[in-house]
């Protein structure tokens, strides 16, 4: 879902159900920085490995992931969000 909300697609894409399953079996989604080249470093990083079909190498719990978007949420935060307001 993070895939799509920050490339404006979805990682993989078939005329039909059959063949979006074999994508997903089999094909391996465009990085996301080449469908949008403007996304920040490291997004591209966490989104692979999210994706990864191999499970010892794609995030254990959700926890995990939170946290590593987290980590590149702060890292990308304008300096004027952090700045509360009163």
């Known amino acids: 879902m ?13 005329p039909n159900y059959n063949a979006l399953l074999v994508q997903i079996l089999q ?3 465009r990085p996301l920085r080449e469908v949008r080249p403007a996304t920040p470093t490291g997004f591209d990083v966490v989104i ?5 079909r ?10 995990e992931f939170q946290a590593d978007v ?13 700045i509360p307001i009163v």
């Open 2 to 14: 993070l895939y799509e909300c920050l490339a404006g697609r979805r990682p993989f894409i078939a």
């Open 27 to 29: 094909g391996t989604p």
């Open 48 to 52: 692979k490995r999210a994706l990864e």
């Open 54 to 63: 191999d499970r010892e190498k794609r995030y254990r719990s959700a926890s």
């Open 70 to 82: 987290q980590v590149l949420r702060d890292r990308h935060r304008p300096a004027s969000a952090s």
